[in-house]
């Protein structure tokens, strides 16, 4: 129960702001970025809408993805399905574990993925 | 590649040519503050610790005064203490004078009171002023470098773009001789496997897994979960969402060179390359730190745009995230964030940087500077008694 009020809190967007010519330029974008190509998750360039088609950069090579909801710039989707207590895998390396299924195009975030460090809560 | 600076009694460089007022503890910080109102050239460098601690924690309350007071970007320091402190003026001062820079102290309970010791610290202040401004710039090797590389308001820009852009920085500094110091304990949990692969011996990768361990370990006995507090509010806004995330991101602003040692809160390096510093990554205790480990100059890559300064070290702000360039003009001193365009590699990126290290070390004042943003505030691990 806790961690929900505390993911509620923690995810709300201050400090992006998106002003109206930033918002203009990246709508004709609309890339993502996957670090490394053990990854599960890629890191949006831009904001989406649900059913936006991304142009996801893994490398050399290029792929699309449909999200399904709306993310902000900078906030990571599923590239393929991550199962509940899955990891999730960030610059090739485990970033943490999914506390629910997330689907392909789903925004992996502080509500669906917890540490597995630095944990005092479970100590 | 030539700088330019002030060559210190001890062969050091200062990049810049401060003389400071020292609080030696926290309540001779009216006394200093009276003193720089007489002579607001002076750099005053104030603060909350210095009495009425314990152990390790009044030991590197200590290391991180005399850091400062030795920073080479100090010409000459006079130190204020009450008298009645646990880290003195008189010690401060024997410790920043092995450095044979101009270092005198007041202890004002002493000297009579304050009514007494300001006319006697206005003294010693008119002659340092005059001795530093007579001294003049001189060329120097990037071997006279320490730089600094702290990172903050972090967000998934900084992982992708600003830390490895300085992550090229800080090789191209060691490769010419330099040091680079790099820290924030609580940003390697999850990355310390990565990092540990570079320490110079098993000593040095020991001693960084022991740090890492103790950092976790203190979340742990706090029964607190560490997310909400790193990763703060900001850095899950900007898109991090586990400590593992954001120290695997951290951790590239260091570069990829060979790790040589584990430094103390506010220790100096004692040979050249990358060290690693121990300590928060809450900004104000990371930059003093940073200073009191004798860099002349830090650079801080942000994601959301952090507007913090030093007061010793000239700091310069690098940005990955398009939006904080364009929202954040007064605060960002280079937008590297043509990387996530794809319009400019790591490379390019970090020569940006470099350029603009080489004119901030010759004299040129970067946004925090300007604004005169930064405190002094030396991390604190003990109970204050």
Redesign the interface.
């Known amino acids: 129960m806790r ?1 929900r009020c ?1 993911s509620r ?11 109206d ?2 918002k203009r330029e990246e709508s004709k974008m609309k ?1 993502a ?1 996957v ?1 490394d190509l053990k990854d599960n998750v890629a ?3 831009a904001d989406v809408d649900a059913n936006d088609v991304v142009h996801v ?1 893994m490398g050399d090579k290029t792929n699309e993805t449909k999200v399904q909801e709306s993310i ?5 989707f599923a590239m393929k399905t991550i199962n509940k207590g899955q990891n ?1 895998v ?2 090739g ?4 574990q999914a506390t629910q299924d997330i689907g392909e195009g789903q925004h ?3 509500h669906n ?11 | 590649m030539k700088l330019s600076g002030y060559v210190r009694p001890d062969g050091s460089v200062g990049f810049r040519n401060h003389v400071a007022i020292l609080s030696s503890v926290g309540c001779a910080n009216d006394v200093s503050q009276k003193l720089a109102h007489m002579y607001p050239n002076a750099l005053l460098l104030t603060h909350r610790q210095g009495c009425a601690q314990l152990g390790d924690d009044k030991e590197q309350s200590a290391r991180a005064l005399m850091g400062i007071g030795k920073n080479p970007n100090i010409a000459a320091v006079l130190v204020i203490g009450m008298g009645c402190e646990s880290i003195t003026a008189e010690y401060l001062t024997e410790e920043i004078s092995k450095t044979k820079k101009p270092v005198e102290y007041l202890m004002v309970l002493e000297e009579g009171g304050l009514m007494a010791a300001l006319p006697k610290g206005a003294r010693f202040l008119e002659q340092m002023i005059s001795g530093a401004s007579q001294m003049t710039r001189v060329s120097c090797g990037l071997d006279a470098l320490t730089l600094g590389v702290k990172c903050g308001l972090t967000d998934t820009t900084s992982g992708i773009a600003s830390n490895p852009a300085i992550g090229v920085v800080a090789d191209m500094i060691i490769e010419s001789g330099g040091t680079v110091v790099f820290g924030e304990t609580p940003e390697v949990i999850g990355a310390e496997h990565i990092l540990a692969k570079r320490a110079a011996t098993p000593g040095v990768e020991q001693d960084l897994y022991r740090v890492v361990k103790e950092c976790e370990e203190r979340v742990k006995a706090s029964g607190m979960d560490i997310r909400g507090a790193n990763p703060a509010p900001g850095n899950i806004a900007g898109g991090i969402t586990t400590i593992e995330e954001k120290s695997l991101g951290a951790i590239k602003k260091g570069g990829g060179k060979t790790l040589q040692g584990v430094l103390g809160y506010g220790e100096i390096p004692k040979g050249k390359g990358l060290y690693f510093m121990d300590g928060p990554g809450r900004t104000p205790e990371a930059l003093t730190g940073l200073s009191g480990a004798g860099a002349q100059i830090i650079i801080f890559p942000t994601g959301g745009g952090s507007p913090a300064g030093s007061l010793i070290s000239p700091v310069i702000k690098v940005t990955g995230n398009p939006r904080t360039a364009q929202r954040l003009k007064d605060h960002i001193d280079i937008d590297v964030s043509r990387i996530i365009k794809g319009e400019s590699t790591l490379e390019e990126a970090g020569e940006s940087v470099f350029q603009e290290l080489l004119n901030v070390a010759s004299g040129k004042a970067t946004k925090s500077e300007r604004l005169s943003y930064g405190m002094i505030s030396i991390w604190n691990i003990g109970p204050h008694m």
């Open positions: 961690s505390l809190s923690m995810a709300r967007p201050f400090s992006v702001q998106t002003n010519i930033n890339k970025i670090i890191t949006l360039l950069m902000q710039f900078g906030h990571k999730v960030k610059y390396e485990v970033i943490g992996v975030h502080v993925v917890e540490s597995l460090r630095g944990r005092g809560d479970l100590a």
